[in-house]
């Protein structure tokens, strides 16, 4: 008889990948399906990452290299964070992973015990619960609303805070809203981290160079409490570089020599032609990724444009990432052919059966009462998908 560990049975499939793989499978039995769940560029690694990619096969660079990440890459990556940023790290306080979603898995199973309290601003990121969760830490989910774009206020922070909180975990822009911190909302946050001397948190950045309003604000930029922010990015989302698997984390010295311990003994290195790619992207300026960047936010106003068609969706407007996060409640209760849309889960299978589109429910992110939709893809595409779902949502009574 199959026994798997309690570890694994406690942790959930990540729903954004279980929607992608029925999306998959129901292609491979001929059926048109539109996958607006995953969250991935659908622009190719531009050029100049390429080459040093195929530069570094050539010149055979195939060997192990230091568990952190080479150090030119490390210097490489201080160097960004000092031009687009203005963070100061050494490269003895940076660490290179295979992917962002590793890099926070190290610092959580380096800082958690079982017990400890982390603080999680909702709707979040899928996989902050179930890494939590490995490291038997105990989730404070704080509500971010709609009316607020999602964002948390430092008041609601300080509130959730008891003598068990050691960690907060955000994401600025964040994945599922979009929603973006500006500089004001971080201070007031730091204020309040500032007061409690063992606790941390992890800002993820990764959606860093997708942001409609300007410049990006980093968490780790006030001295105050920089010496306990664990700042997280990489090359997925900014540089069209998804299936590459290149992380970043920077973080204090004694944090990232943990997380170098820890990593060593689960995946070593990332690959050593990953991180020659990685280099040249560091290097390039960040007005290089800015045709994305407009791209995106050219698919968001088409896509919020045509939502405005759809009955029952109530909508924000995110201000980074590539994601919009419509809250469908007035849809609960309504049917069709016997179906009742109960929430947002229900919702989600319905338009994959009955429109052919993929989307995430808000479950997946801690409120079932929304859906995630991810606009990466063409605009003929996201035209087209908002056409069926329309029509499917006009079924229902």
């Known amino acids: ?142 509500d971010a609303e709609i009316e607020n774009d999602f964002k948390v206020t430092a008041a609601q922070i300080e509130k959730h805070i008891t003598p068990k909180t050691r960690m907060m975990i955000f994401s600025t822009p964040c994945n599922p809203t979009g929603s973006v911190y500006n500089k004001q909302e971080l201070r007031e946050i730091a204020d309040v981290i500032k007061k409690y001397d063992e606790l941390y948190i992890i800002s993820d950045e990764i959606y860093e160079h997708i942001n409609f309003v300007g410049g990006h604000e980093s968490m780790a930029q006030f001295d105050d409490i920089k010496d306990r922010v664990i700042t997280i990015n990489g090359v997925s989302k900014g540089f069209a570089m998804t299936g590459w698997r290149g992380g970043i984390m920077a973080a204090p010295k004694w944090i990232a020599q943990a997380c170098d311990k820890m990593q060593g003994q689960f995946t070593s290195a990332t690959c050593s032609i990953t991180q020659k790619a990685m280099l040249a992207a560091m290097d390039l300026p960040a007005e290089s990724t800015h045709y994305m960047r407009d791209a995106f936010l050219k698919r968001r106003d088409l896509v919020l444009g045509l939502m405005k068609d759809i009955p029952g969706f109530k909508t924000n407007i995110p201000q980074g990432a590539f994601y919009v996060y419509p809250e469908v409640s007035a849809l609960f209760g309504k049917s069709y052919n016997g179906f009742v849309i109960n929430n947002a889960t229900d919702l989600s299978m319905y338009l994959l059966d009955v429109a052919f589109v993929a989307l995430v429910p808000g479950a997946a992110f801690g409120d079932d009462k929304y859906i995630r939709f991810s606009y990466a893809t063409s605009e003929d595409k996201l035209i087209e998908a908002l056409k069926r779902m329309k029509e499917a949502i006009e079924k229902l009574n």
């Open 1 to 142: 008889m199959a026994h798997l560990s309690d570890r694994i049975n406690l942790i959930s499939e990540s729903q954004t990948i279980a929607m992608a793989r029925k999306s998959r499978e129901l292609k491979a039995q001929g059926i048109d399906i539109i996958s607006l769940s995953l969250g991935e560029p659908d622009f190719a690694t531009p050029e100049v990452i390429k080459q040093a990619a195929i530069k570094a096969i050539n010149d055979n660079f195939s060997y192990y290299t230091h568990v952190s990440g080479y150090i030119e890459l490390r210097e490489a990556i201080a160097r960004k964070f000092k031009r687009d940023n203005n963070l100061n790290y050494t490269s003895d306080e940076i660490v290179v992973s295979t992917g962002a979603k590793q890099s926070i898995a190290n610092a959580v199973l380096c800082l958690i015990n079982p017990g400890d309290e982390v603080l999680i601003p909702t709707p979040f990121w899928v996989s902050y619960l179930e890494i939590l969760k490995l490291a038997g830490g105990v989730p404070i989910m704080i």
